[in-house]
């Protein structure tokens, strides 16, 4: 709140100094916790569009080289080539790609499969998901088979007031090799 103006402070020293009208003009909250406990999971859950944090995606693109964004809209898309949800990219093709995929929220294993299908047909996807481990889709398809990178902390979604009430993880499918054991079909 600090760091956004919201809440009037200055430094003393090493401290924040906060006065008690400020404090009650943002309505007597806790220091250190975010306004209206609670909220950020319906929002969260509510809005399909959060944007992947600048700094996520570009330490990806520098590693993977994206050409396609799965998900998007006009007004988010990360990359000049993407799908939106009028063309449904999950009924595109994404062959000759290397995709990146920040899906919306809900659905999250149709994107699953969907990537898990292009990764037989040679396509590498680069996803960001919610790190659900317990859940079937993880269990009989992520783990199994695809690379998973847990990211630390909590991730703060761009055009988010706070960070996600999840944790996160970037799986990474990519076609395997005949060593491997044979990827399981999707259900
Ligand atoms: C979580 S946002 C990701 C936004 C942005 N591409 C990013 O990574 O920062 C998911 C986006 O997917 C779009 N979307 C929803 N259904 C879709 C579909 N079937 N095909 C392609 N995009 C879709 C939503 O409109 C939303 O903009």
């Known amino acids: 709140m600090i760091a956004s103006g919201r809440l009037r402070a200055h430094r003393v020293g090493g401290r924040w100094m906060v006065g008690k009208s400020d404090l009650n003009a943002v309505g007597h909250r806790k ?19 959060w944007r992947t944090p ?30 939106t949800e009028q063309r449904d990219g999950l009924s595109q093709s994404w062959a000759g ?47 199994p088979f695809y690379e998973v990178r847990y990211l630390p902390g909590r991730l703060h979604f761009d055009g988010a007031e706070y960070p996600a009430p999840f944790d996160t993880a970037v799986v990474v499918f990519r076609q395997r090799t005949d060593d491997d054991p044979p990827p399981a079909a999707p259900k």
Not at 31 to 44: I, L, M, N, V
């Open 31 to 49: 220091p250190g916790r975010p306004s209206g406990a609670g909220k950020p999971k319906q929002s969260y859950h509510r809005r399909q569009d």
């Open 54 to 83: 600048r700094h996520l995606f570009e330490q990806l693109h520098r590693e993977f080289r994206f050409t396609l964004d799965a998900a998007a809209s006009e007004e988010n898309a990360l990359l000049p080539v993407y799908f």
């Open 97 to 143: 790609h290397v995709a990146f995929c920040n899906p919306p929220f809900q659905h999250t294993s149709r994107w699953v499969r969907k990537a898990h299908l292009e990764a037989q047909n040679g396509v590498t996807t680069v996803m960001v998901l919610p790190a659900r481990p317990g859940n079937k889709i993880w269990q009989q398809i992520i783990l």
